[in-house]
């Protein structure tokens, strides 16, 4: 899901290196490195949604109250990412990675030790802002890391370590949350970047090349509304995703009442879809112009439809959940290369407002969700809220950000 978001800043990054400055003595540890590190990070995001029937337990809350943890995390993306993008343009990049990487340490070590729900969401709100900004600056690494013409496919492994975290970094750390009691997840996070720290401190290299840049004809380029519809389309949109992914535990505990080892293969099954939803989405993007969000946003409205109609059984909430995931994920791809088109000049920002859109997404899928909770309208009422915010966002597309023309830039996407 994220990785689309950078893709624009990667290409802009391998326009600004030559063959001969990019020059890594160990350019798979490095690559490592940062896959450790998105693979901590992801870790840390889609596993808070597995436990959070435990820490709402432990802190005697409601499941809608501790929610707030979760979209916490999101709001601290959402801002984090664009604030800092902009205040640490012109750090060194192995530098900026090495700090966020002790910000992210920090918020996760104190969400493992917080007193009550409140300091958990304050923890949760600190250890989200760090995402988006290792992302963008992992980017720029990683497009140096091998030079012109490779640096989509280095990226790519270095956000394996998200896919991992989705398919399996997510259902495992929620295991060990139901065995060993949620804070421990929290301390595995930390330990998965403590590990990450080490290795970027050793393998990413040392240059001046990794040095930041003025980020001014962004800013300038970024002044389109066609930009701020998208991210809006976005946001609406990709709600579902956390309308279904943040209340899993409660879908199949409470309205499939099965046991809650079942929860860690539901994530699986969520991650796998996905996964292949994501690849499946970038191949579209690269074909036709709006299909890929169309078909996605519609295919996901089809099956929060039947989840909340029939979500109460297994045989049927499993292959729906497979589905949203695959479904909303293909819509992903057509979002970045619709920012493409309106904004072509803007890669670094353009990819922190993307990933701020798509964690706004989050906070609005966990809020609305804990909205119907709250109602009284049962466990799965949850799905027909992302079903009016995806409706609202593919309509919002179809009737704005489809007719929008694109802009052919006169500056060079790598400028500085």
Not at 46 to 66: K, M, T
């Amino acid at each position: 899901m994220h990785g689309h978001a950078y893709h624009g800043q990667c290409v802009a990054e391998e326009r600004r290196h030559t063959a001969a400055t990019a020059r890594v003595r160990s350019p798979r540890l490095a690559l490592f490195a940062l896959a450790l590190g998105t693979f901590a990070i992801g870790t840390g995001e889609f596993g808070s949604n597995g436990i959070i029937q435990l820490f709402a337990a432990d802190f005697d809350v409601s499941i809608p109250a501790a929610t707030h943890a979760i979209t916490a995390y999101a709001v601290g993306v959402m801002i984090g990412s664009p604030a800092i993008v902009v205040l640490a343009a012109r750090i060194n990049r192995r530098t900026l990675l090495l700090g966020l990487i002790g910000l992210f340490l920090l918020g996760n070590g104190l969400s493992a030790v917080a007193p009550d729900v409140t300091s958990l969401v304050v923890f949760r709100f600190l250890a989200g802002s760090v995402q988006g900004a290792f992302f963008g600056a992992g980017a720029v690494v990683a497009a140096y890391v091998y030079g012109p013409g490779r640096s989509g496919r280095a990226f790519a492994t270095v956000m394996s370590g998200l896919t991992v975290a989705a398919i399996a970094g997510s259902p495992v750390g929620t295991l060990i949350g139901q065995h060993a009691g949620w804070r421990a997840l929290f301390w595995v996070v930390s330990g998965l970047g403590l590990l990450a720290g080490a290795a970027l401190l050793a393998w990413l290299p040392r240059t001046d090349d990794l040095r930041g840049r003025s980020i001014a004809n962004e800013v300038d380029a970024l002044r389109r509304g066609g930009v701020w519809l998208i991210v809006a389309v976005a946001a609406l949109g990709i709600s579902s995703i956390f309308a279904v992914y943040t209340f899993i535990g409660p879908f199949v505990t409470d309205a499939a009442r099965r046991d809650a080892a079942l929860i860690p293969v539901t994530l699986a099954v969520f991650g796998i879809g996905m996964a292949v939803g994501n690849h499946v989405g970038g191949r579209i993007a690269d074909r036709y112009e709006h299909r890929g969000l169309v078909w996605g946003y519609g295919g996901a409205l089809v099956f929060l439809v039947v989840i909340g109609v029939g979500g109460s059984d297994v045989t049927v909430l499993l292959p729906c959940l497979f589905g949203v995931g695959a479904t909303m994920m293909a819509a992903i791809p057509t979002i970045q290369v619709s920012l493409t088109r309106v904004a072509p000049g803007a890669p670094t920002l353009k990819g922190a407002l993307n990933l701020a859109a798509l964690n706004l997404a989050n906070a609005l899928g966990a809020v609305g969700g804990a909205v119907t909770l709250d109602a009284g309208w049962g466990t799965l009422s949850t799905v027909w809220a992302g079903f009016v915010m995806t409706a609202a966002g593919l309509l919002l597309y179809v009737v704005t950000v489809a007719r929008v023309k694109p802009v052919r830039a006169a500056v060079a996407v790598g400028a500085t």
